[in-house]
Nanobody, 125 residues
């Protein structure tokens, strides 16, 4: 069974870069036709898709976050990472990594086959 686990700092200062890693076990991030997404949920708000990296290594980002977001991967470690630059308190959220057969920003919750447990990130000085 595929499992995902987010890791990274729980507190980031404003203007700094948030960096999170998702470690995948039970399946390869290069497996055909799977997409690996970062999704966040600010307090009191709904889920927000941030971007995805495909099995091929290609990436797709939310237009609203594209200028600040980068997703990369390390196939030797079966991990993919999120970097979000120039963070503000509005970036405070629970951050999830997830797997689906689509990298579309319009994917529904039910499209995601596997989720990490989520990690709280707070942006504060």
């Amino acid at each position: 069974q595929v499992q995902l686990q987010e890791s990274g700092p729980g507190l980031v200062k404003p203007s700094q870069t948030l960096s999170l890693t998702c470690t995948v076990s039970g399946g390869s991030i290069t497996a055909n036709n799977y997409y690996w997404s970062w999704i966040r949920q600010p307090p009191g708000k709904g889920l927000e898709w941030m971007g995805a990296i495909a099995y091929s290594g290609s990436t797709n980002y939310s237009p609203s976050l594209k200028s600040r977001t980068s997703i990369s991967r390390d196939t030797s470690k079966n991990q993919f990472t999120l970097q979000l630059n120039s963070v503000t308190p509005e970036d405070t959220a629970v951050y999830y990594c997830a797997r689906a057969r689509t990298g579309s920003p319009f994917a529904q919750y039910s499209d995601y086959e596997n989720w990490g447990q989520g990690t709280q990130v707070t942006v504060s000085s």
